[in-house]
């Protein structure tokens, strides 16, 4: 089973709500991923989970929040998005890399957002 | 620093035919992986081939193979009997021995009936 699951598949908000965005896998990785898409461009890592712990930021502003509570499970909590926000964002998760190898990275489809 | 470039943006193709898209790259690592992922309208990115570096045997999946050339640092795409699924926009990345991604731009596949 390869599969990542995310929720909801779309939402809309307004720039004072206060949402948050599921990613769920049970493929026993120990890595997970959020990225930012915008259309016909590449996605743009957000942060990297690795055992639980945020291991990368990449430079992202504060209203965007991660949170890993299990292995299986990671979040984005969302507060006072402004317009320019608006995009996929995509969930992935992977075996963390061991011994030199490089891993596949699995994508969810996304939640589709629009701030208004 | 590593960066990945796939040159063609667009490209199109006659159902059953076979069409080829460009990716290269640069890094100064000898041990790193390479994938293509495919992202049909529908959204979900697919993986649908991956190279490791240290195998000189191109990979193939089905209709789908690579051309890889590590001396030169391309990894082509090439899709046989090409079928109207195979529209999508399809990322060429690359990987080292972190669990980092780098992505190209991405090329823009359409299958005309």
Redesign the interface.
Known sequence: DTEVTQTPKHLVMGMTNKKSLKCEQHMGHR?MYWYKQKA????E?MF?Y?YEKLS?NESVPSRFSPECPNSSLLNLHLHALQPEDSA?Y?C?S?R??TS???????????T?LLVL | AQTVTQSQPEMSVQEAETVTLSCTYDTSENNYYLFWYKQPPSRQMILVIRQEAYKQQNATENRFSVNFQKAAKSFSLKISDSQLGDTAMYFCAFTNTGNQFYFGTGTSLTVIP
């Open positions: 890595a016909k461009k590449p996605p890592l990297v690795s990368i996929l995509l992935a992977s963390l890399p030199g190898t490089g891993e596949t990275q699995y994508f969810g489809p996304g589709r």
